[in-house]
């Protein structure tokens, strides 16, 4: 299972960006889906994961700034981020669970998509 993600860049303070990732290889279901952060010099931190039924979960300084949301048709999840503080920046992973066709759930991680926030 590969994942590919996209979308990060430069954005203004109170500005938008939205992240993209797709998983892509022999998959047969994705449970869980999660976008992760991590700032310079500091630990790599949950930012909001999706459960296949739709039922999302956000880290208490993003809440309505940023928005979760996956396209299972398309083994995708997004990350529209809102509002965006200098604090945002960091490098954004995506992160999935998933099950193979070869019988195999897994946990893997995209190559991550640097977001920076500044004027």
């Known amino acids: 299972v590969q994942l590919q993600a996209s979308g990060g860049g430069l954005a203004q303070p109170g500005g938008s960006l939205r992240l993209s990732c797709a998983a892509s290889?022999?998959?047969?279901?994705?449970?869980?889906m999660a976008w992760y952060r991590q700032a310079p010099g500091k630990q790599r931190e949950l930012v909001a994961h999706?459960?296949?039924?739709?039922?999302?979960n956000y880290r208490e300084d993003v809440k309505g700034r940023f928005t979760i949301s996956r396209d299972n048709a398309k083994n995708s999840v997004y990350l529209q981020m809102n509002s965006l503080r200098p604090e945002d920046t960091a490098v954004y992973y995506c992160n999935v669970h998933a099950g193979t066709t070869d019988g195999d759930w897994g946990v893997y991680w995209g190559q991550g998509t640097l977001v920076t926030v500044s004027s």
């Open positions: 999706i459960m296949s039924g739709g039922t999302t």
């Open positions: 290889g022999n998959i047969f279901s994705i449970d869980y």
